[in-house]
């Protein structure tokens, strides 16, 4: 919004795992019908359909992706990548021209490789004036994602708290859990920051959660929810040991 109104920039904002919108997307925009795409695919045409100067990957796993499109095209673009939890990894962010962090510590070690900023999360008041707030609060409520094995604190706490009192859990927890080859693999990729009995806790504790689990929340509605709760719970994620998001 920011951008658009000083005309610096005109931006599109792509939810890349969002597959029924990105179909949408394509026939919208490239009149196909075809939902036989996968998420890389789209994203490819994506990119050569707006012809980017700058392309920002909030999310660390489509750094590889973008950057394979960038090769491909003729209109070269900057890749910025964002770490929000810490991962201090260089390896993961090498194809990126700058990155951004709501870290400090993430910011200073990423400098030591490339261009980084280190941007504290907002708050835009403009959405206070949107939100339906009522004067009467009750209730527990916490919104935020499981589905991420460097959440298994913030899992384990969960579970335990939810055997305590009553919470309004909006976790959007996704059936991985059920897939066997997935954890496998997942614990591989984070076994040097994962113990195996952790990594068993963390399953068994999320199978349980899912029996509470009301879905996921976004936008409007999300806030509306979190304000009109007398208590709104938050726990970071196991890498970071900032308060990067409060």
């Known amino acids: 919004f920011y951008l658009e109104k000083n005309h610096n920039y005109i931006s599109n904002e792509i939810i890349f795992n969002y597959h029924k919108l990105q179909t949408k997307w394509l026939k919208e925009y490239l009149n196909t019908k075809d939902h036989n795409y996968n998420a890389a695919e789209i994203l490819e045409k994506q990119i050569e359909f707006y012809k980017p100067d700058i392309v920002f990957a909030h999310s660390y796993n489509v750094i590889n992706l973008v950057h394979e499109c960038n090769k491909k095209i003729r209109k070269k673009f900057i890749i910025i990548g964002y770490d929000g939890i810490g991962l201090n ?3 993961i962010f090498k194809n990126c021209d700058a990155i951004i962090s709501c870290l400090r510590s993430s910011s200073n070690y990423y400098k030591k490789f490339t261009k980084s900023l ?9 959405i206070l004036e949107k939100l339906d707030i009522q004067s009467l609060k009750k209730g527990v409520v916490f919104s935020g994602g499981v589905n991420n094995l460097l959440h298994k604190k913030r899992v384990s706490f969960l579970y335990e708290l939810n055997k305590k009192i009553k919470i ?3 976790l959007g927890i996704a059936n991985d859990y059920k897939s066997l080859y997935f954890n496998i693999k997942k614990y591989l990729e984070l076994k040097n920051n994962v113990t195996l009995l952790d990594f068993i806790k963390y399953l068994n504790y999320k199978k349980k959660l899912s029996k509470v689990d009301l879905g996921s929340l976004y936008g409007i509605k999300m806030l509306n929810i ?7 719970l938050n726990n970071h994620i196991d890498t970071s040991n900032e308060l990067a998001n409060m």
């Open 89 to 91: 990894n260089i390896k």
């Open 118 to 126: 280190y941007l504290p999360h907002g708050f835009d008041n403009r």
């Open 168 to 170: 309004n859990n909006y």
């Open 226 to 232: 979190l304000q009109n709760h007398l208590i709104s």
